[in-house]
């Protein structure tokens, strides 16, 4: 806690945008979020996802037969470069035996006012995760091998009349004239999701959707709650604290050390300002 204490407001923000990630790259919260995010594993249990991407963390580069993690850093020569809190892909397996390879993008986005659309913003990260794929997963001869991709983001401090909402924006195809239908597969490529949370949500009232998912990532993601009090949170919604607890404790340490800055900084503005101090 000493350490923590040491660091600036800026390593501070630093150090938050970190631990979100590894609480949400953490196999216990990843596997949740596929279970609802992702349409193709939703057959599947949370404990199979969870076999699928075991053991692996933001930061580590383990490769998985099912699961890998990619690059944060996507660059393409003469389009700049975008930098992803996590990307990783992840082989997901059918109910009819085979496997279909699906991009997962998650971003944790703190301010819902940027001075753009988040969502258009979204629609840049599908633009370019499937771009990047053009020679790894498809190219000229075969556009068919292009991979689907999905961009989350969670909004772990939006208003409190969003807490809850989740909007889903994808690709459906419209009839003109005539009877040809395509397979969805084949323009099926990109879905963006947002899901809204406000940190003074009242945990008396369960969320009307994904309340399995939601009240733990409001809960995880921000400060809210003490260390024991967030405890209780995991033990109530299955996870396993074991694995889980370490982060949970790095961003309650985080919170403490924030609120201790702020108290410390308004005892010094008031002796400033009563003593007339420069």
Request: hydrophobic fraction near 35%.
């Given at each position: 806690m000493d350490?923590?204490?040491?660091?600036?407001?800026s390593k501070q923000t630093t150090m938050y945008d970190h631990l979100c990630k590894m609480i949400i790259g953490n196999e216990e919260v990843l596997s949740r979020i596929i279970k609802v995010v992702v349409d193709e594993a939703k057959h599947l249990s949370i404990e199979e996802i969870r076999r699928l991407i075991k053991g692996v963390h933001i930061g580590d580069r383990i490769v998985n037969p099912h699961f890998h993690l990619v690059?944060?850093?996507?660059?393409?020569?003469?389009?700049?470069?975008?930098y992803y809190d996590i990307l990783c892909y992840i082989d997901v397996p059918q109910e009819n035996g085979k496997k279909i390879r699906?991009?997962?993008n998650i971003e944790i986005q703190n301010n819902l006012y940027p001075g753009y659309s988040i969502i258009t913003r979204a629609q840049a990260y599908i633009a370019r995760m499937l771009s990047s794929q053009w020679g790894r997963e498809y190219d000229g001869?075969?556009?068919?091998?292009?991979?689907?991709?999905?961009?989350?983001?969670?909004i772990?401090?939006?208003p409190k009349i969003k807490d809850g909402h989740m909007n889903v924006y994808e690709t459906h195809e419209r009839i003109i004239y005539g009877t040809t239908v395509e397979r969805k597969d084949?323009?099926?490529?990109?879905?963006?999701?947002v899901i809204y949370l406000n940190k003074e949500h009242n945990l008396d009232e369960k969320y009307k959707v994904y309340d399995e998912l939601?009240?733990?990532l409001m809960v995880f993601l921000n400060n809210v709650l003490d260390y024991q009090e967030k405890l209780k949170i995991v033990e109530e919604y299955g996870f396993d604290t074991k694995k889980i607890e370490g982060e949970v404790?790095?961003?309650c340490d985080l919170g403490e050390s924030i609120a201790l800055e702020a108290r410390n900084e308004g005892i010094w503005y008031y002796v400033k300002k009563k003593y007339q101090l420069n």
């Amino acid at each position: 806690m000493d350490k923590i204490n040491q660091i600036t407001t800026s390593k501070q923000t630093t150090m938050y945008d970190h631990l979100c990630k590894m609480i949400i790259g953490n196999e216990e919260v990843l596997s949740r979020i596929i279970k609802v995010v992702v349409d193709e594993a939703k057959h599947l249990s949370i404990e199979e996802i969870r076999r699928l991407i075991k053991g692996v963390h933001i930061g580590d580069r383990i490769v998985n037969p099912h699961f890998h993690l990619v690059d944060k850093e996507g660059f393409i020569k003469d389009e700049g470069v975008v930098y992803y809190d996590i990307l990783c892909y992840i082989d997901v397996p059918q109910e009819n035996g085979k496997k279909i390879r699906i991009y997962l993008n998650i971003e944790i986005q703190n301010n819902l006012y940027p001075g753009y659309s988040i969502i258009t913003r979204a629609q840049a990260y599908i633009a370019r995760m499937l771009s990047s794929q053009w020679g790894r997963e498809y190219d000229g001869k075969n556009y068919d091998g292009m991979k689907k991709v999905y961009s989350l983001w969670i909004i772990p401090k939006a208003p409190k009349i969003k807490d809850g909402h989740m909007n889903v924006y994808e690709t459906h195809e419209r009839i003109i004239y005539g009877t040809t239908v395509e397979r969805k597969d084949v323009y099926d490529k990109g879905v963006i999701l947002v899901i809204y949370l406000n940190k003074e949500h009242n945990l008396d009232e369960k969320y009307k959707v994904y309340d399995e998912l939601f009240t733990p990532l409001m809960v995880f993601l921000n400060n809210v709650l003490d260390y024991q009090e967030k405890l209780k949170i995991v033990e109530e919604y299955g996870f396993d604290t074991k694995k889980i607890e370490g982060e949970v404790r790095d961003m309650c340490d985080l919170g403490e050390s924030i609120a201790l800055e702020a108290r410390n900084e308004g005892i010094w503005y008031y002796v400033k300002k009563k003593y007339q101090l420069n």
